[in-house]
């Protein structure tokens, strides 16, 4: 969100047509659907737990190449990221939860787990505003969000350890 929000900052300071930014649109959300179509038979044959460390790896690899390089093709590389990540953690978190929690009471985790998706959605742009503002440029937010996909990713791989044991034993 905080990438999408800050658009012009970025495409100004990488010198690229917020034109071409836009149309890119198009690749992202194709990419998003292609990774939902993907990963949904992966969450069926291996489960949502097991495949849920990998759902940000599409973002891992083009964040990288934002903060290095300023070629316009660029921008097809990064949105394709994206929007896979996205796709990927769209399937993947509609059948987590009952994974690791079961069930009975799916409503309202859901809706825990949907507030702090936007909350955290919401406070993107806010954060990625001051880090500009603070004068953080392209390249350190990218190499700033390439470090919270890394750890993010570690952080994804305890329910294979702990979550579904805690529902077995309920």
Excluded at 16 to 41: D, E, H, N
Excluded at 128 to 142: E, Q, S
């Amino acid at each position: 969100t905080g990438f999408v929000f800050h658009q012009v900052f970025i495409t100004e300071a990488k010198g690229w047509s917020l034109t071409v930014w836009a149309g890119a649109f198009i690749l992202f959300a194709f990419s998003s659907m292609a990774s939902s179509l993907f990963f949904g038979p992966l969450v069926d044959r291996l489960s949502a737990l097991r495949v849920m460390p990998f759902i940000l790896i599409p973002l891992a690899i083009v964040l990288p190449l934002l903060a290095l390089f300023d070629h316009t093709a660029i921008i097809f590389v990064f949105m394709a990221g994206m929007g896979a990540t996205l796709g990927g953690t769209i399937t993947i978190f509609g059948a987590v939860w009952p994974e690791i929690w079961g069930t009975t009471n799916l409503g309202a985790i859901r809706s825990v787990g949907q507030a702090f998706t936007v909350f955290a959605s919401a406070l993107a742009p806010w954060v990625f505003g001051l880090l500009i503002d603070g004068g953080m440029g392209v390249a350190g937010l990218a190499w700033m969000n390439l470090a919270h996909t890394g750890i993010a990713s570690l952080l994804a791989f305890l329910p294979w350890f702990v979550g579904t044991q805690a529902r077995d034993q309920a």
